[in-house]
């Protein structure tokens, strides 16, 4: 078997095969439509500019080849047909991608879009019509008949069955504390008989004060009398009926010595209790016997509190004391004295105390002596 320049016959063939491939995939790429018959002027060009080289390289010594031209690909009427289904789809795709995209950018306003919210308010409502009302179901309601329940639950009161608290009766107590709750007072009806009508105290008035009537013992007094005479139809209040006329609470609270009248304290939560006053000194002079015994029980018991007062002073002046004195004999003794110590007297000068007797006083312990001059 010859080698030439290196090459068997048999890897020269199988080269050629190879090359011969390899153009007939090219050819192919290129000329893939119907009417591709020829290979272009491309490959020819390419094909004769390679044959030419082969040729005229020197020390070859092969003779020249010549590539035979591809041969002609026609395509069956099925693959035709299957080629224009498909860019029939392609084109339509296509333009179908193009409307969507035309639709979206149209309308610019700001008002035309629509949040998630809405489009869900709007598909509740084609789901769900609400039925046109009636006027035959239409129920009319008396408020005026109606009562409170208490939505189910028991109410507290049980002392009348199943009746509600404005319905149960109450006690006349009951009735006159609820009265002096609320403070009202109505003018009184004119008087059938005016000679037996109640008049004033002072001026013989028919038109009394009802108030101080109906609460304080049927006081008959007019407005103008009381507004003139306001020491002795002034109302007073529970502390200075206590420090004033010196009266005790057992006795404020008897209603039946002193009658009175509730009214809310602007100072606390407790009522404010008002007395009149002329009962208040009528009460006082009877058991203090008169203005001038309440007096003297008011001085006897201002004294009384006095003596408390200075008792309390000396008991505290005497505790200091005894701890000043502590305080003496703890300095004596840090200072190394003793306490039995004798004391030695620091007498100041005589004083005559008439006649022969002199008198000296100690300057360090207040001793005092009297001497008789011979």
């Keep these: 078997m010859a080698v030439q320049n290196g090459i068997s016959p048999e890897q020269r063939a199988r080269i050629e095969a190879n090359r011969q491939k390899a153009l007939e ?23 004769a500019s390679f044959q030419n080289r082969h040729k005229d390289a020197p020390g070859s010594a092969a003779p020249s080849r010549v590539i035979p031209p591809l ?49 869900k308010k709007v598909k509740l409502e084609q789901q769900y019509q609400p039925p046109s009302i009636r006027k035959q179901d239409y129920i009319e309601y008396d408020f005026s008949t109606m009562k409170d329940s208490k939505g189910g639950f028991l109410e507290d009161s049980e002392k009348n069955g ?48 009802p108030n101080l009537y109906s609460n304080f013992r049927e006081v008959r007094v007019c407005r103008r009398c009381q507004k003139e005479k306001q020491d002795k139809y002034s109302l007073l209040t529970k502390t200075e009926c206590k420090e004033d006329y010196l009266l005790t609470d057992p006795e404020l609270q008897d209603t039946g010595l002193l009658p009175r009248i509730e009214k809310p304290n602007p100072h606390g939560f407790s009522r ?20 001038e015994g309440l007096d003297k029980e008011w001085e006897r018991r201002e004294a009384m509190r006095l003596q408390r007062r200075e008792k309390r002073y000396q008991d505290k002046l005497k505790e200091m004391r005894k701890k000043t004195r502590a305080e003496e004999y703890t300095r004596k003794l840090r200072n190394g004295m003793s306490l039995g110590e004798r004391h030695v007297h620091s007498w100041s000068e005589p004083i005559s105390a008439g006649g022969n007797i002199v008198r000296r006083r100690c300057i360090d312990c207040g001793i005092e002596t009297e001497e008789v001059m011979i």
């Design 71 to 119: 041969p002609r690909t026609e395509l069956t009427p099925e693959q035709k047909k299957r080629i224009q289904q498909n860019r029939e789809r392609a084109l339509a795709l296509q333009k179908e991608r193009q409307r969507q995209y035309r639709d979206a950018t149209a309308e610019s306003d700001i008002g035309s879009f629509k949040t998630e919210r809405e489009r």
């Design 25 to 47: 995939r090219l050819q192919q790429r290129r000329g893939g439509d119907a009417g591709a018959s020829q290979p272009s002027n491309s490959s020819a060009a390419a094909q």
């Design 272 to 291: 404010m209790q008002l007395f009149l006053r002329f009962q208040v000194e009528e009460f006082a002079w009877k058991k203090w016997g008169s203005p």
């Design 162 to 209: 199943l009746k509600g608290v404005e319905e149960e009766p109450e006690s006349l107590q009951q009735w006159k504390e609820r009265q002096k709750k609320e403070h009202l007072v109505k003018d009184l009806a004119p008087p059938l008989d005016l000679a037996n009508a109640p008049k004033c105290f002072e001026c013989g008035s028919l038109e009394i004060d």
